[in-house]
């Protein structure tokens, strides 16, 4: 596929037709297992000497196609897909650090990302140092000589105000050390290796399956970044690696293509931890790919209407909205988002938690869900359900405030979107 348009991309890339039967659309190959053409040919498979299917949990065709497609879309080399955002956020920092290590991360992460790095990475021994990403520069600060990757997201919620990629990459280029971005918010609105991520990941749960029906994630490697470089500050793709001969990644995987980080990902994360994407959930998501480009406008064109509208309401002290930032937020909106701004916008109501509660009761069209990125327009107020358990002060360092709520906005009419949000505005004030 020679075309660079995301559009073609997503209904093209990575697949053809079946070369048994020249079915278009991708089959669900509910298969455990591969038959070998030899015994050669198996030994070949499992020395990497040739890649190919084995088992299902290591690889699969139905994961290969969207794998190929999104690592198309994304302007990677390969990509790999797992059992949930989650895993992928694992993954790709389990992947190269190990006990005694650690990595820097955004403070501005979602709460499951947050969970995973403060307690259980850290268990396993791996320390997340968590940076405020208004100063780039604190990435550097927090930088010693164990750190083994930067990780952030792209528009984190509930403040969505890019992440400064480009910023935060360079100094981890010059330290050998790659970002990994979280990219769920916003596909194709940014492209991440554009501005010198090493590492993309996406819960595609969210905007690239769209329909809401399907649990799942996906690491994409960008074929950027010189894990040779510096192999003291790598020692996972430098070292020999007993779980696979004494193999040293960045060598063993030369002859295939800069593709180190992701295969060794697949060969012993995926092979160990085995979270792996069923053929089903990859094929739902081949679906939700085919159409995420005229979604994702959709999704920019109504959240940025809504956020205008709410902008002039009386009852709504504050709209929380990547186009309505001022200051650094405003100049990052213009890096980095400037043909859309996603389908995310958060709002204050004046009259604080008690109508915010009122509010979300009297959505009728909105669903009432702590998912974002459906077709479908979902709404939540966080202080009296995500973020309940922290307290208020607690609450307000992340950025939700008791009036706070979160709008993902769908791709419904725009005239029924904010009829649904004023007549729940007008409920919230009874
Ligand atoms: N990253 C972001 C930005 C998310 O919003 C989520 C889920 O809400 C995740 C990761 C985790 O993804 P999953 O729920 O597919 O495990």
Known sequence: ?????????????????????????????????????????????????????????????????????????????????????????????????????????????????????????????????????????????????????????????????????????????????????????????VRPFDHGAAVVMYSTTKYIGGHGTSIGGIVIDGGNFDWEANPGRQPALNTPDPSYHGAVWSQAVKPLGPIAYILKMRVTLLRDLGAAMAPFNAFQFIQGVETLALRMREHSRNALAVANYLAGHKDVSRVIHPAHHTGVGADRTAKYLPHGQGGLCGFELAGGSEAGRKFINALKMFYHVANIGDARSLAIHPASTTHSQLTESEQAATGVTPGYVRLSVGIEHIDDILADLSQALDAAKG
């Open 1 to 189: 596929m020679t075309s660079k348009h995301p559009e073609t991309l997503a209904l093209h890339a990575g697949w053809r037709r079946d070369s048994a039967t020249n079915a278009v659309a991708v089959p669900i190959y509910q298969t455990t297992s591969f038959q070998f053409e030899s015994a050669e040919h198996a030994a070949n498979l499992f020395g990497l000497k040739e890649l190919g299917n084995i088992y299902s949990r290591i690889m699969n065709p139905t994961c290969d196609a969207l794998e190929q497609r999104l690592a198309a879309l994304e302007g990677g080399v390969a990509a790999l897909a797992v059992a949930s955002g989650q895993a992928a956020s694992a993954f790709s920092v389990q992947n190269l650090a190990k006990a005694g290590d650690n990595i820097v991360a955004s403070t501005d992460l979602y709460g499951g990302t947050w969970n995973l790095f403060a307690n259980t990475l850290k268990d396993q021994g791996i320390e997340a140092r968590f940076v405020d990403p208004t100063d780039p520069e604190a990435f550097a600060r927090a930088t010693d000589d164990k750190t083994r990757a930067y990780y952030a997201e792209t528009l984190p919620n509930p403040k969505l105000i890019p992440f400064p990629i480009a910023e935060v990459a360079t100094i981890g280029r010059s330290f050998g050390i790659p970002l990994i971005m979280d990219n769920t918010a916003a596909p194709l609105l």
